[in-house]
């Protein structure tokens, strides 16, 4: 065989490895996730990511976690991720360790297995998630991902306020 064929020998001909072009209406398109699920009654696992400048990052998540049990929530675990504390630098104390799921690939796994054994019905970071962002997480941790923000809108009643 020549140097050309040897190279391209494993290729299938014919075949596209391109992913489909997704269209409107048609039913392989990816549907937008619907509103975010309530925390009412829910076991959450809170996630907080912040940098090493933010010195008062307990009384965030403490914050947070009366606000969401203030909701009907029920903290079942919490995990904290702090960018420029043991590595990473100076420079780049205020970037997440990663942009698809803002934390390290360690301390997914260790949410991951946290949501799992608590059986969690959410993971509510305190940090604003994007839209991938919020996918990743949730396929990744095995339970719907949602910001803060997120889940204490969720129970906001349309047109008012909680009160």
């Not at 190279?7 to 992913?19: E, K, N």
């Not at 409107?24 to 829910?42: E, F, K, M, R």
């Amino acid at each position: 065989m020549r140097q050309h064929e040897i190279r391209h020998r494993h290729r299938h001909p014919g075949r596209d490895r391109r992913p489909a072009r997704s269209t409107t209406g048609s039913a392989t398109a990816q549907q937008p996730l619907s509103g975010p699920p309530s925390v009412d009654g829910a076991r959450v696992v809170l996630v907080g990511y912040f940098s090493a400048k933010e010195r008062n990052f307990g009384a965030l998540m403490d914050s947070a976690a009366v606000d969401l049990a203030a909701r009907g929530a029920r903290i079942v675990g919490r995990f904290v991720q702090r960018r420029g504390v043991s590595d990473g630098g100076v420079a780049k104390m205020g970037l997440p360790f990663s942009s698809r799921t803002l934390l390290r690939s360690g301390k997914v796994r260790e949410v991951a297995a946290a949501c799992e054994e608590a059986r969690a019905d959410a993971a509510v970071f305190v940090a604003p998630l994007t839209e991938p962002q919020r996918r990743a997480l949730t396929v990744l941790l095995g339970c719907p991902t949602l910001s803060l923000v997120e889940a204490l809108d969720a129970d906001r009643p349309p047109g008012g306020t909680l009160g």
